[in-house]
């Protein structure tokens, strides 16, 4: 009688240790690509509107600094959906603005999309008619950014911008559909 508890201990065990590799596994791919787990990665603005079957808003205007267009583009499944479009600098080619835009209902930035971190001040601003909450930031790697957060309708737009606080505020002003 012993032999059949003992039996069914090891095949639990063994199917255990097998769905452990299997989720380990699932993560190499995010590891290997540096991209957040869970997301999916696109190489466009449009590749990534047909994907979610939504319009992702852009501004219109850029500072001389960053490079267009977009490195690329994560979506998050949610809910609710969110996409982070990447704007790369043209000198080094690093992350410099990143607009996370949560659709369908008012979110903050899920932290796959968005890196946690540590806030120094906040205060509040207008962006058009809105409200929005102004925030300077430091990241984890000490650099300090801008954060600028203000809903719109049934998304919340965050822009994370290294660099001056007046071209995020251009940036945020002339924020519109890319495609009318």
Same mark, same amino acid.
């Given at each position: 009688?012993?032999?059949?508890?003992? !039996?069914?201990?090891?095949?639990?065990?063994?199917?255990?240790?097998?769905?452990?590799?299997?989720? !380990?596994?699932?993560?190499?791919? !995010?590891?290997?690509?540096?991209?957040?787990?869970?997301?999916?990665?696109? #190489?466009?603005?449009?590749? !990534?509107?047909?994907a979610?079957?939504?319009?992702?808003?852009?501004?219109?205007?850029?500072p001389?600094s960053?490079?267009w267009?977009?490195?690329?583009?994560?979506?998050?499944?949610?809910?609710?959906?969110?996409?982070?479009?990447?704007v790369?600098?043209?000198k080094?080619?690093?992350?410099r603005?990143?607009?996370?835009?949560?659709?369908?209902?008012?979110a903050?930035?899920?932290?796959a999309?968005?890196?946690?971190?540590?806030?120094?001040?906040a205060m509040?601003?207008?962006?058009?008619?809105?409200? #929005?909450?102004?925030?300077?930031?430091v990241a984890?790697?000490?650099?300090?950014l801008?954060?600028?957060?203000?809903?719109?309708?049934s998304?919340?737009?965050?822009?994370?911008?290294?660099?001056?606080?007046?071209?995020?505020?251009?940036?945020?002003?002339?924020?519109?559909?890319?495609?009318?």
């Amino acid at each position: 009688m012993s032999s059949i508890p003992k !039996a069914l201990r090891s095949w639990l065990l063994l199917v255990a240790a097998f769905a452990a590799v299997l989720k !380990a596994t699932d993560r190499v791919p !995010a590891l290997l690509a540096g991209t957040p787990h869970g997301a999916r990665i696109y #190489a466009s603005i449009t590749e !990534a509107e047909h994907a979610i079957g939504a319009r992702i808003w852009a501004p219109s205007s850029y500072p001389d600094s960053l490079a267009w267009p977009p490195s690329r583009v994560d979506a998050w499944p949610g809910p609710p959906t969110s996409v982070a479009v990447h704007v790369s600098g043209r000198k080094d080619g690093r992350d410099r603005l990143v607009l996370v835009e949560s659709i369908g209902a008012p979110a903050d930035p899920p932290a796959a999309l968005l890196d946690e971190v540590e806030v120094l001040m906040a205060m509040t601003v207008r962006v058009g008619r809105r409200n #929005a909450t102004l925030t300077r930031v430091v990241a984890p790697d000490g650099q300090v950014l801008h954060d600028l957060s203000w809903d719109e309708g049934s998304r919340r737009l965050t822009m994370r911008y290294a660099g001056p606080v007046e071209e995020l505020l251009l940036m945020a002003a002339s924020l519109e559909r890319t495609h009318p």
